[in-house]
């Protein structure tokens, strides 16, 4: 008999879900997993674009190394963690990006990427991880990413959800800036039941740049569900994060957002901004921002919206002779544009505003 998730936790003495009472888990759907129905495999994974690079044990020792143990799915990641390593040695640059990409394929499934990315000094390129599944398969995915960009190194990296609308995504993903090192995290979540992505970056060397980007839509039953934390260590440090939202149906969203600006950190700059569409009487998003500002001399804001389409860009398109449908999908995928132009592989932008579209369509029908 296989073994499934619950019996697996409870061998590791923490078979209990994270609750609901935990900040970090408010809003979220946790309650409903029921690890009993859930069976460790391995992924269908292919990369591509990463010959040549030499695989360095010792720095993939320490990145895991560096990984947080905060829940059961910690521990069940250490456990069958299916490792993926992208060492990119100091001064090289790779013009075209290295794709990652998981498939998750038979009812029950439960399976643990974990991508480890390592960016030498001066370094430049960009890493593609894709998610997807069969239709209709019911499953389980818990990725973790650990990213570490050394000294002016500049990594991008851009996870891209294509998974069906009944498997469940619980991921957590972790980077590090050293002096002078620019860091994009960009998120395009479109598919899964339940869909979650922890983000920390922490900007550990003067100089230090991080952005992140997110574009998410859900319709149907699916939620949606982002909590990110900009940690500014050292001085002069600057972090960007722009993430935008839609749901319609009976979806939800949810972005709980921490800016944290150390006491060593002064002359840092942050800035946070969620906006959010609701696109149905019965879709619902949650937005909460946080700043935690421990020194002077920062500049730092957030920002949030959630609400409808704005009536007067629908009535400007209308008003030439555009039919109310078109118009309001010309809004919406024109409310996505600035995210779209941020990610970091322009030849994907057509297919993933095809993705977007396609969701457009459904509502529209």
């Known amino acids: 008999m296989s073994t499934t998730l619950l019996d697996a936790a409870g061998h590791l003495g923490s078979a209990q879900l994270p609750s609901t009472e935990s900040e970090v888990w408010r809003y979220s759907r946790i309650a409903e997993l029921d690890l009993a129905a859930f069976t460790p495999t391995v992924p269908h994974t292919t990369v591509v674009g990463a010959e040549g690079l030499v695989p360095r044990p010792e720095l993939s020792a320490e990145l895991v190394a560096s ?39 038979g009812a029950g499934a439960a ?16 890493v593609v991880e894709r998610f997807e599944s069969d239709p209709g398969v019911v499953a389980l995915i818990v990725p973790r990413l650990v990213l570490h960009a050394s000294q002016a190194a ?18 957590h993903q972790q980077a590090t800036g050293e002096r002078d090192s620019t860091t994009l995290l960009a998120t395009v979540a479109l598919g899964g039941d339940y869909a979650r992505v922890r983000t920390d970056v922490r900007a550990v060397g003067q100089g230090a740049t991080t952005k992140q980007v997110a574009l998410y839509y859900a319709d149907g039953h699916q939620m949606h569900d982002f909590r990110t934390l900009q940690d500014h260590i050292a001085p002069k440090t600057n972090s960007d994060l722009l993430f935008k939202g839609a749901v319609q149906d009976t979806a939800k969203s949810v972005y709980t957002g921490l800016i944290r600006i150390g006491e060593d950190a002064k002359g840092s700059a942050a800035y946070q901004t969620n906006r959010n569409l609701t696109l149905s009487e019965g879709a619902w998003a949650e937005s909460v921002p946080n700043l935690d500002i421990r020194t ?13 389409i704005d009536d007067e860009q629908r009535f400007y398109l209308e008003s030439r002779g555009i039919p109310p449908e078109v118009a309001e999908r010309l809004v919406i995928l024109g409310f996505f544009d600035d995210v ?14 095809d993705r977007v579209t396609e969701k457009l369509l459904g509502r529209v029908a």
């Not at 947080?68 to 521990?75: C, G, N, W, Y």
């Not at 779209?340 to 505003?353: C, D, F, I, K, Q």
């Open 67 to 105: 990984m947080p143990v905060h829940d059961v799915f910690d521990e069940l990641h250490a456990q069958y963690a299916h490792t993926v390593e992208v060492h990119v040695p100091a001064g090289k640059v790779l013009v075209e990006p290295i794709v990652v990409t998981h498939h998750v394929s």
């Open 154 to 171: 500049r990594v991008s990296y851009l996870g891209v959800n294509l998974l069906a609308n009944t498997v469940w995504h619980l991921g």
């Open 296 to 308: 002077n001399d920062v500049k730092c804001s957030h920002a949030s919206t959630v609400g409808p």
């Open 111 to 126: 399976v643990f990427p974990r991508l480890l990315i390592h960016a030498g000094a001066d370094s430049e390129f960009t």
């Open 340 to 353: 779209l132009a941020a990610l970091p592989v322009g030849s994907l932008r057509p297919e993933l505003r």
